[in-house]
């Protein structure tokens, strides 16, 4: 069977899709193996999500992004986040932080489909 993941190796795929991620972890450790299927990467997708849900806790707001953000924003330049997060918990978190309103309407998420 497939090995556990350091949690290292995953940080350091960041940022790439999902389906990207599987493929390469499974050429990795099972060079023979079939490529991912769609329900397999969403399995994992799924798996990401729920770990950063629960340990979002543990995530702090970089104090010079935000002022970036701020001053941006404070000169009516609209900003974004692009995130492998999800949608709904980027926004839970930008709330908790109190940078919602930085954001109205411009997350790209792990969930867009930019393929089309």
């Known amino acids: 069977g497939l090995q556990p993941?350091?949690?290292?190796?995953?940080?350091?795929?960041?940022?790439?899709r999902p389906s990207f991620i599987v493929t390469q972890l499974m050429a990795e450790q099972k060079p023979e193996a079939s490529p991912a299927s769609s329900e397999l990467c969403q399995a994992y997708h799924?798996?990401?999500v729920e770990y950063f849900e629960k340990?979002?806790?543990?995530?702090?707001?970089?104090?010079?992004?935000?002022d970036v953000a701020k001053m941006?924003?404070?000169?009516?330049?609209?900003v974004a986040i692009a995130t492998t997060g999800g949608r709904n918990n980027t926004?839970?978190?930008?709330?908790?932080?109190?940078?919602?309103?930085?954001?109205?309407?411009?997350?790209?998420?792990?969930?867009?489909?930019?393929d089309t």
């Open 5 to 16: 993941v350091p949690i290292e190796r995953h940080m350091s795929m960041a940022g790439h």
């Open 46 to 48: 799924n798996l990401v």
């Open 55 to 66: 340990n979002s806790h543990l995530a702090t707001p970089i104090q010079s992004i935000i």
């Open 72 to 78: 941006v924003h404070s000169k009516n330049i609209p």
């Open 91 to 114: 926004y839970a978190k930008l709330e908790a932080v109190g940078l919602r309103s930085l954001f109205p309407d411009h997350v790209i998420s792990s969930e867009e489909d930019l």
